[in-house]
C-alpha cells in the first residue's frame, strides 16, 4: 500500500508543510526581533524561547487527557488558526509602540498552550489516518516536509526581514497558520475508533498515560535519554544565534543560511531514515543519530570570528556542523516518532505524547535561559562546548542500551 492512496493523507501533509514554514520562520524572526530591534540579550532570547514552552510544565498532561476525549482534526484546525491571530497582534503591538519583553513573555506563553493542544492533536492524529506499517515512511515524508521548510524558512526569513524588518514579516507568516487550518478542517478521512475511557476517571487516565511512557521496557529509557538530550540541545540552540549575529559578527542573511544547512541535512536525513530504520532496525537508526549531534556541534565551536579575516572558512565549518546535525535529525525523528506511534494503542496516543513533549519541553525551559545566562557570562561558544558534552553522554547512553535492538514489526 502506498501513502499517496491514503485518504486524507497529502491534505494533512500540505497542511504540516504549510505550518513547519510557519514555526521555523517565526522562530527566527521573533529572534531577530528580539536582538535587533528590543535591543535584547543572549539570555532575553532564552527567556523567549523558555516562554513558548512554559505551558508544557503545567498544562501538558492534563491536555493529553483532553486529547485523547476530543476530535483531533477540529483542535489542530483551530489552533492554527489562533497562532496566526497572535503572529498579527505581535505586529499591531509593534506597530503603537507597545511592544516589549514581558507582552511578547504573554503572547508567547498563550502561543504555547495552543502548540501543546496542536502537537498532541497532530502526533496523535497520524495514527488514526495511517496504517501501522507505514508510520514510518509517512513520518519521514513529513519530516521531509520540516526540513525542506527549514532549509528555506530562515533563509527565507533572513531575506525577507533585511527587506521589511522583522515585524512585517510576522504578517506575512501569519498566512502559513491559516493556510494550514483551513485546509485540515477539510479533511476528510474518517478517524479509526478509538476504544472508549469514559469509564476512567480524569485522575485514572492521567497516570495511564504515565504509567505506559515509564513503565514501558523501551520506551521509557529513550523517554529518558530523549529528556537530557533536549536540555543540551535547547543550550546550543538557544545561544546559537547569538554566537553568529554577535561573537563571530556575521549578519542575519549568513545567519540564515548556516540555519538553512540544517534544513538541507534533514532533508537528506529523512529521505534515507526509512531505508537505514529497515536497515539497521530503528533502535540502531535512533542510536547512529544520536552519535552525529556531536561531531556536529565540535564543527561549529570551531568557527573563527570575523575579525581574524576567515570569513570563508567560518561559513563553511558552521554549515558542514549545521548539515551534519540536520541529518541525525532528519534519521532519528522519523524512526523515533513512527517507534512510538507503533507501539501505543491509539487511546493513549495523545497522552503517551504530551507526557513526552512535557517533560521535553521542560528541558527547554532550564536549557533555554540557562544557555543565555551562561552565554551572557561566558561566552555562548563555551556553552556550545557543554552542549556537546551532553550530547556525546546521550549517545553513548542510547547505544549502550537495549534500545539500539528495537525493531517495527
Known sequence: MKLSSVNGFNAFWIASTSTYFGTYVTTFVLQVLIVVHL????????????????????????????????????????????????????FLLYSFDMLNMITIYSIMILFGILSIFNDSAYQSFL?????????????????????????????????????????????????????????????????????????????????????????HKFLRILALNTHIWFLFHSMSTTVFITYVLLELGLNSFILGVTLASAGIGAVVGATYAPYIGIKLGVGKAISLARILYFPAVILIISAQSVQANMVTGTIILLMIGQFIYGIAMGIEGPNEMGYRQSITPLRLQGRMNTTMRSINRSMI?????????????????????????????????????????????
Not at 523558555?50 to 489552533?79: E, H, K, M
Not at 504578517?171 to 491559516?178: E, R, V, W
Not at 540557562?370 to 561566552?379: H, N, R, V
Open 127 to 215: 495514527p488514526q489516518l495511517v496504517p501501522r506499517q507505514l508510520l514510518t515512511r509517512a513520518n519521514a515524508r513529513l519530516e521531509q516536509s520540516g526540513a525542506v521548510a527549514e532549509t528555506s524558512g530562515p533563509a527565507l526569513a533572513g531575506w525577507i526581514t533585511s527587506l521589511i524588518t522583522a515585524p512585517f514579516t510576522l504578517i506575512i507568516n501569519s498566512a502559513s497558520y491559516f493556510l494550514s487550518g483551513i485546509i485540515i478542517s477539510f479533511i476528510k478521512h474518517p478517524p479509526k475508533p478509538i476504544s472508549s475511557v469514559s469509564t476512567l476517571t480524569f485522575n485514572q487516565l492521567l497516570r495511564e498515560g504515565i504509567s505506559w511512557v515509564y513503565g
Open 39 to 90: 535591543e535584547g540579550s543572549a539570555i532575553d532570547v532564552g527567556w523567549i524561547n523558555a516562554s513558548r514552552w512554559l505551558p508544557y510544565v503545567f498544562l501538558g498532561l492534563i491536555i493529553g487527557v483532553l486529547i485523547d476525549r476530543t476530535n483531533r482534526q477540529l483542535v489542530i484546525a483551530t489552533t492554527d488558526i489562533c497562532r496566526g491571530i497572535l503572529l498579527i497582534l505581535i
Open 365 to 409: 525551559i532550564i536549557g533555554a535561559p540557562l544557555g543565555g545566562f551562561i552565554a551572557d557570562e561566558f561566552g555562548s561558544r563555551n556553552v556550545l562546548g557543554i552542549s556537546a558534552t551532553g550530547l556525546a553522554i546521550c549517545a553513548i547512553w542510547l547505544f549502550l542500551s537495549p534500545i539500539r535492538k528495537v525493531k517495527i514489526d
